[in-house]
């Protein structure tokens, strides 16, 4: 065990030798290690894998999914319908972006339907901007 007086050397020589160093702060540039650190972290490329085309260029036809989903960047809204209404509605020729955009700019209620059967829209109404 060392003496008090061994302990209060020891103690004042532990600051001395090391030099200040300086935290980054939020306007600061971020090391060349850090963003090497990030680029080689296995879970940088774990994000969205896909293997074939978007569902947004794919026909309703071609869609393996029961579930379709449509959310608006905009305000927010979502709408689902199920793939068998979707055809039933927009035929299964239809192409998922133009019907999923064609349901959230109609969507307010049961009369979704006699909207989708009447056909093209004026586009002088705001559109809203879909995430399939």
Same mark, same amino acid.
Do not use: F
């Given at each position: 065990?060392?003496?008090? =007086?061994?302990?209060?050397? !020891?103690?004042?020589?532990?600051? =001395?030798?090391v030099p200040p160093v300086r935290t980054?702060?939020?306007?600061?540039?971020? %090391?060349?290690?850090?963003?090497?650190?990030?680029?080689?972290?296995?879970?940088?490329?774990?994000?969205?894998?896909?293997?074939?085309?978007?569902?947004?260029?794919?026909?309703?036809? !071609?869609?393996?999914?029961?579930?379709?989903?449509?959310?608006?960047?905009?305000?927010?809204?979502?709408?689902?319908?199920? =793939?068998?209404?979707?055809?039933?509605?927009?035929?299964?020729?239809?192409?998922?972006?133009?019907?999923?955009?064609?349901?959230?700019?109609?969507?307010?209620?049961?009369?979704?339907? =006699?909207?989708?059967?009447?056909? %093209?829209?004026?586009?002088?109404?705001?559109?809203?901007?879909?995430?399939?």
């Open positions: 065990m060392p003496t008090p =007086k061994q302990m209060e050397a !020891n103690t004042a020589a532990v600051g =001395k030798n980054p702060g939020p306007g600061d540039e971020m %090391p060349a290690e850090y963003w090497q650190a990030v680029l080689d972290d296995p879970r940088a490329d774990a994000g969205r894998r896909t293997t074939g085309p978007s569902i947004r260029t794919q026909r309703l036809s !071609n869609i393996q999914r029961h579930l379709l989903r449509v959310a608006c960047r905009r305000c927010g809204r979502t709408v689902e319908i199920q =793939k068998a209404d979707a055809i039933r509605l927009a035929g299964s020729q239809a192409v998922w972006k133009d019907v999923g955009q064609r349901l959230l700019d109609d969507c307010s209620g049961p009369a979704v339907t =006699k909207r989708m059967a009447a056909g %093209p829209r004026s586009s002088s109404r705001r559109r809203h901007r879909s995430v399939a």
